[in-house]
């Protein structure tokens, strides 16, 4: 229990992931469908995910078996793990993984993988009409230079809680123990109407998804396509944009394509990017 299983076959594997006769189970498509209200996939080329297994944990999620089914589709195996951090015997090079950071990052350690993501301090590189809103650096031992109130992140994620924080000693409980040299993304506080995730590869939007609010699918593509062509992001990733409030389109934030939920975009360009997300560290 809790043990790695392959599907002995694709067939059972699609039959498992993506059957719409099954109770609480859909195509990869209509799972995609069901949890937005608008999606734009453009993809010229037919994914094929032949030779490659993709790594997930064994615990159900609607959206990581919708990509499962997908991998599937396009000639891939699925292995799904319990005791992930004791993945068994497999070949680096045909190895993927897809799952939360924990789940990525001890199979990367262990199975010496090398998995794409976006740099802490993407958002600074981009072009400031990109942001929307004024956005620095600032070192945690000088809390006293933020204005208040603000939304602030740390450069490198999830040290600490990113939210919006009224005051510095609201902060600096929030903050408590954290080392002094670490670096704190400042931001001033805006409302974005909507919030839309799209998955990139090599430049390209390939999908694109209005999981919070509505939104017109042109004028998004349109700059979600711009924030790709940016050579600061890598060759795949997923990005979240919005619409800010009397000022327009605005990046949000970037995410690892192994990492990220499909928030409502095709699983198949997922696992097209996904495939390119991770490999055998050189």
């Known amino acids: 229990m809790g043990g790695p299983h ?12 993506a059957q719409p006769s099954q109770p609480g189970r859909r195509a990869p498509c209509e799972a995609a469908r069901g949890l937005v ?4 996939c453009r993809m010229r080329v037919p994914f094929t995910a032949r030779d490659l297994d993709l790594l997930i944990s064994d615990k159900a999620d609607e959206e990581r078996d919708a990509v499962a089914a997908a991998w599937v589709a396009a000639g891939g195996q699925v292995l799904t793990l319990g005791r992930f951090w004791e993945p068994p015997a497999v070949e680096p090079d045909r190895v993927r993984v897809y799952g939360n950071d924990s789940f990525c990052l001890v199979l990367a350690q262990k199975l010496d993988l090398e998995l794409v993501s976006p740099a802490d301090d993407l958002l600074l590189q981009l072009d400031p009409a990109m942001l929307g809103r004024s956005l620095r650096v600032v070192p945690f031992d000088a809390l006293e230079s933020i204005q208040f109130p603000a939304f602030v992140k ?14 510095a000693e609201a902060l600096a409980a929030e903050t408590a123990g954290l080392e002094a040299d670490r670096q704190l993304l400042v931001s001033e506080v805006v409302h974005f109407e909507n919030e839309v995730r799209c998955w990139i590869l090599d430049g390209e939007v390939l999908s694109l998804s209005a999981y919070e609010g509505a939104c017109d699918e042109a004028s998004a593509h349109a700059f979600a396509s711009g924030v790709a062509a940016h050579p600061a992001l890598p060759e795949t990733c997923v990005v979240d944009i919005g619409v800010v409030r009397d000022r327009g389109w605005a990046m949000i934030e970037a995410n690892a394509a192994w990492g990220a939920g499909l928030n409502g975009c095709d699983p198949v360009a997922a696992a097209r990017c996904i495939a390119r997300a991770c490999r055998k560290r050189t």
């Open 6 to 17: 392959f599907a002995e076959s694709s067939a059972e594997l699609v039959r498992d992931f």
């Open 37 to 40: 209200r608008t999606t734009l």
């Open 154 to 167: 740390p450069v490198v994620p999830k040290l600490f809680r990113a939210a919006v924080y009224p005051s």
